[in-house]
């Protein structure tokens, strides 16, 4: 179904037929369990309808929602919700940058605190007069 003809139809119409169309997906994924179906592909066919189905639904309840904010706030409105936009997006990307650097240091640490532990037994084996192998201690005892 192409989007030109979806748009020349009415909201109730759009979802009867997406419910018409997960109807038909849900008996085909149920067919294909059991056997092979003979046009695989419509399985598809219909999740991509069923998504242009809801996105021009979603679209048109933007449009009739955004539709009266825009004439109130005029032209001065899209340049101060861009701002705001990408103030959030600079927002996350340094959460983002500031929780990967700890991460690291968290994982630097952790190696560095790996590589002393065979030191520290090593030096206590020495201390002690026994070894770090486990068949020579066995033999020790």
Not at 88 to 114: E, F, G, L, Y
Request: proline share 3%; charged share 35%.
């Amino acid at each position: 179904m192409l989007a030109s003809e979806i748009r020349e139809l009415t909201d109730d119409d759009i979802r009867a037929r997406v419910a018409e169309l997960e109807e038909e997906r849900f008996r085909l994924r149920f067919r294909g369990a059991t056997e092979a179906l003979e046009n695989p592909l419509r399985l598809r066919f219909l999740r991509r309808d069923v998504a242009r189905l809801k996105t021009i639904l979603h679209e048109r309840a933007r449009g009739a929602g955004s539709a009266p904010a825009a004439s109130e706030g005029g032209a001065g409105a899209a340049p101060a919700k861009r701002a705001a936009t990408k103030q959030t997006a600079a927002r996350k990307s340094a959460a983002k940058k500031s929780t990967a650097k700890q991460a690291a240091a968290k994982k630097s640490a952790a190696k560095k605190s790996a590589a002393k532990k065979p030191a520290a037994k090593k030096a206590a084996a020495k201390k002690s007069g026994t070894s770090t192998r486990a068949g020579t201690r066995a033999a020790k005892r």
